[in-house]
């Protein structure tokens, strides 16, 4: 195994260690943190403005126990009209994680749009590799998931 793909897995497993017992139980639908789900950030600027936008507290929703922020009250009312199509896959965990079978956090600034769809991963770094096959990818966590959140 390369250095850097070591230094990966070392975090990856590091991010699960620290999320506590109920990483090894069964794991809320969406990732959120205290700032809300996709860490704060507004998940239809993605698709708008093709790049991750800080959501506000005045635009703020919950949906399926997670709070979502947004940049204005017109991506609020596109989420709340088709929350499907703007929530990012796999609930918001690393994609390429749930490729490998696990589930870690993201960082809202390593994200990819395919096929209208939005995933996110844990690191730049990480993302390089979920890039490396897009299709393949997608292909593997689709079979994974949501059976990685138990």
Not at 85 to 102: D, E, I, L, N, R
Not at 114 to 124: P, V
Request: net charge neutral; charged share 25%.
């Amino acid at each position: 195994m390369k250095e850097g793909e070591m230094m990966k897995w070392s975090l990856l497993l590091l991010s699960l260690w620290a999320s506590g017992p109920s990483a090894w139980a069964g794991k809320a639908e969406f990732f959120s943190t205290g700032e809300g789900a996709i860490r704060g950030y507004d998940p239809v600027a993605y698709f708008t403005e093709r790049r991750p936008v800080k959501g506000k507290e005045a635009f703020h929703l919950r949906y399926r126990g997670a709070d979502w922020y947004f940049a204005s009250a017109e991506h609020q009312n596109r989420f709340q009209q088709e929350p499907e199509k703007y929530a990012p896959q796999y609930g918001g965990y690393c994609a390429w994680a749930v490729s490998k079978g696990y589930t870690a956090s993201t960082d809202p600034q390593a994200w990819t749009l395919h096929d209208g769809k939005l995933y996110l991963n844990y690191s730049l770094g990480v993302q390089q590799d979920w890039r490396e096959d897009i299709p393949g990818n997608v292909t593997k966590a689709d079979a994974r998931w949501p059976k990685v959140l138990n």
